[in-house]
Nanobody, 122 residues
Framework: QVQLVESGGGLVQAGDSLRLSCVVS????????VGWFRQAPGKERDFVAA????????SYADSVKGRFTISRDNAKNTVYLQMNSLKSEDTAVYYC???????????????WGQGTQVTVSS
């Protein structure tokens, strides 16, 4: 079993930056992939970014490329999502997820956090 807890959401203005954190615990997850997804009201859960915990490969949705960065701190068992140049359309609940399969679909991931709200005012 893998547990994930997100934090760092909040209300910011367009153009601001925010860093989300996801603390991962449970079974050994060094071979896992970790992803960030987001869900706006009335919309489906969309892929944002993903990486392998072991490092190397990262992936981003086109809508966030060049603005968002996924990274991890092994010592803290934490995955981050650095979000810069935020736009009103980035407003959503952000979730981190983990699984052995690396992918950009929500169904690729079995383990999910509870989500953290990000609101960007224009």
């Amino acid at each position: 079993q893998v547990q994930l807890v997100e934090s760092g959401g909040g209300l910011v203005q367009a153009g601001d930056s925010l860093r989300l954190s996801c603390v991962v615990s449970g079974r050994t997850f060094s071979h896992y992939a970790v992803g960030w997804f987001r869900q706006a009201p009335g919309k489906e859960r969309d892929f944002v970014a993903a990486m392998r915990w072991s490092g190397g490969r990262t992936s981003y949705a086109d809508s966030v490329k060049g603005r968002f960065t996924i990274s991890r701190d092994n010592a803290k068992n934490t995955v981050y999502l650095q979000m810069n140049s935020l736009k009103s359309e980035d407003t959503a609940v952000y979730y981190c997820a983990a699984d052995k399969v690396y992918g950009s679909r929500s169904l690729d991931y079995d383990y999910w956090g509870q989500g953290t709200q990000v609101t960007v005012s224009s």
